[in-house]
């Protein structure tokens, strides 16, 4: 259990960092092309999140891209870290 949680928190951390790089890097460079691969990434996470919230107009244009990449990073730095634990308890 406790490497579990190692590894998902830094698996999630990892993703958190990146995605402020890409994010900074982004908007130094002017470039769509850095934040649309960050988005593109979580995009069935965000979709699912505007599925359950229903969202639509103004409100989805902000929240929901926001929501779904904190929903998504959860979700994969877990699903990661819980393949990494595994591998490594019956490595041993």
């Given amino acids: ?15 958190l960092l ?5 994010w900074l890097s982004a908007i130094a460079l002017s470039s769509d092309v ?3 691969t ?3 990434f979580y995009w069935p ?3 699912l999140v505007a599925k359950l919230l229903g969202a639509s107009g103004e409100s989805a244009m902000i929240a929901v891209p926001i929501y779904g990449m904190a929903l998504g990073m959860l979700l994969y730095g877990t699903i990661i870290g819980l393949l990494v634990s595994y591998i ?5």
Wanted: charged letters at 5%; a positive charge.
């Fill in 1 to 15: 259990m406790n490497q579990f949680l190692k590894y998902t928190a830094i698996f999630v951390g990892a993703q």
């Fill in 18 to 22: 990146a995605c402020i790089a890409l």
């Fill in 34 to 36: 850095l934040f649309g």
């Fill in 38 to 40: 960050m988005v593109y």
């Fill in 45 to 47: 996470t965000i979709i």
């Fill in 88 to 92: 490594k308890t019956n490595a041993n």
